[in-house]
């Protein structure tokens, strides 16, 4: 199975910061990468797909960058409500794989 | 509006069966693949299974091959989980998902990407003595 590794596994910022969160494959996934934002008690939310495509309705402060193993999820400016955990999933093979998660606090 | 609502779970003992089911409402159920995904108290998510729109094609995390099996009845827009052999390590929130595809073609090869871009709240399983 493809391996996905984040990082950092938890991160404080302050809002108004720039944030970048790591996604690793341990294998090239192409751009067969996805986002996901989820908030406690909810389920998750698509942000970003295909590496690099913003999900409709997603602001757009979020981005995403990368190809091959190496990946990125920038926050431009954070948000009040970006306070969550995000996730980075690869749909690269048959049997899907989720990073462990990147859970951002406030500052 | 684009929906979906899991039902089914419940406390479970160890080695029993549960069935999980997930309603889907707002688009056209038969068009799509569709994906269940856990996540145990506390961890992260882990997909668990998907199945094609007419059937024919499922996978599973390793897991739970040959203990939970994914289906679907097209009539009823509705996507099932049976699972059987359950662990204590099974509990967890089981969310179902519709599971979006993007083609991108090119001079000379189509790409197909996978996202899961609509997900139900949830139904929790229980696995305890």
């Known amino acids: 199975d493809i391996q996905m590794t984040q990082s950092p596994s938890s991160l404080s910022a302050s809002v108004g910061d720039r944030v970048t969160i790591t996604c690793r494959a341990s294998?090239?996934?192409?751009?067969?990468l996805n986002w996901y934002q989820q908030k406690p008690g909810k389920a998750p939310k698509l942000l970003i797909y295909?590496?690099?495509s913003l999900q409709s309705g997603v602001p757009s402060r979020f981005s995403g960058s990368g190809s091959g193993t190496d990946f990125t999820l920038t926050i431009s400016s954070l948000q009040p409500e970006d306070f969550a955990t995000y996730y980075c999933?690869?749909?690269?093979?048959?049997?899907?794989?989720f990073g462990q998660g990147t859970k951002l606090e406030i500052k | 509006e684009v929906q979906l609502v899991e039902s089914g779970g419940g406390l479970v003992q160890p080695g029993g069966s549960l069935r999980l089911s997930c309603a889907a409402s707002?688009?056209?159920?038969?068009?799509?693949?569709m994906s269940w995904v856990r996540q145990a108290p506390g961890k992260g998510l882990e997909w668990v299974a998907n199945?094609?729109?007419?059937?024919?094609?499922?996978y599973y995390v390793d897991s739970v091959k040959g203990r939970f099996t994914i289906s679907r009845d097209n009539a009823k827009n509705s996507l099932y989980l049976q699972m059987n052999s359950l662990r204590a390590e099974d509990t967890a929130v089981y969310y179902c998902?519709?599971?979006?595809?993007?083609?991108?073609?090119?001079?000379?090869?189509?790409?197909?990407?996978?996202?899961?871009?609509?997900w139900g709240k949830g139904t929790t399983v229980t696995v305890s003595s």
């Open positions: 998902a519709r599971d979006q595809q993007l083609t991108v073609t090119s001079i000379d090869e189509v790409y197909y990407y996978y996202y899961m871009d609509v």
């Open positions: 707002g688009f056209t159920f038969s068009s799509y693949w």
């Open positions: 199945i094609k729109q007419d059937g024919s094609e499922k």
């Open positions: 294998q090239s996934i192409s751009s067969y």
């Open positions: 295909a590496a690099s």
């Open positions: 999933q690869q749909s690269y093979s048959t049997a899907w794989t």
